[in-house]
């Protein structure tokens, strides 16, 4: 059984700081880590990918993975209220085509 | 920019009705992903296809739930007949192929059964 887990929060920042969203993963195999942002009401939408050990930023966002931990993180700087969403992690673990496995998500306030 | 459209919206249905969803996923992507998400909870896969055909339909539950894309294009869910834990949203992904390729995701289905 494939697992992806997160803390379901809610995770309360103050506007400004520096959010920190976690998912672990039960599949040593896995290729590919995805992160997606889902407003209330609507669709996921993606945020940024990472296949590789390490950091990979985007803007304000960096994702961090170490495949030896099976963990994979997202960091949101500068925070601001429009982040106010869950984010959701998924994990591929096929290489052919993808076989994706979603993580309950994590529902992020920032206060402003 | 493309998109990957679905139909209706929203959906309200007695118990024991059929109901059924429609996707049109962006031109071009051959895997049509069908998602169900509960309130509090991730998407979980209903079902995959790969152009016209399934790849996995483990999480299908077969005795009240059907999916075709007849010509590898568009695709419908059908639940026949719907129960009261079947009340979620419905999302339909594509993506082009490979496994390191986006899932774009439609607007979803919000389905209540009462």
């Known amino acids: 059984q494939k697992e992806v887990e997160q803390n379901s929060g809610p995770l309360s920042v103050p506007e400004g700081a520096i959010a920190s969203l976690n998912c672990t993963y039960s599949?040593?195999?896995?290729?590919?880590f995805f992160w997606y942002r889902q407003y209330s009401g609507k669709s996921p939408e993606l945020i940024m990918f990472?296949?590789?050990?390490g950091d990979k930023e985007d803007g304000r966002f960096t994702a961090q993975l170490n495949k030896a931990s099976q963990y994979v993180s997202l960091l949101i700087r500068d925070s601001q209220p429009s982040d106010s969403a869950t984010y959701l992690c998924a994990v591929n673990w096929s290489n052919y085509g993808q076989n994706f496995v979603f993580g309950p998500g994590t529902r992020l306030s920032v206060l402003p | 920019e493309a998109e990957v459209a679905q139909s209706p919206r929203y959906k309200i249905t007695e118990k024991s009705q059929a109901v059924a969803f429609w996707c049109d996923p962006i031109?071009?992507?051959?895997?049509l992903y069908w998602y169900r998400q509960i309130l509090g909870q991730g998407p979980e896969l209903l079902v995959q296809?790969?152009?016209?055909?399934?790849?996995?339909d483990s999480q299908l539950p077969k005795d009240r739930f059907s999916a075709e894309r007849l010509k590898g294009v568009d695709s419908t869910l059908k639940i026949q007949p719907a129960e009261l834990g079947d009340s979620a949203m419905y999302l339909c992904?594509?993506?082009?192929?490979?496994?390191?390729?986006?899932?774009?995701f439609g607007p979803g289905t919000r389905l209540t059964v009462l």
């Open positions: 992904a594509s993506s082009l192929a490979e496994s390191t390729d986006t899932q774009y």
């Open positions: 296809f790969q152009d016209e055909s399934v790849v996995d």
């Open positions: 031109s071009g992507h051959a895997t």
């Open positions: 990472i296949y590789s050990n």
């Open positions: 599949d040593r195999g896995s290729q590919s």
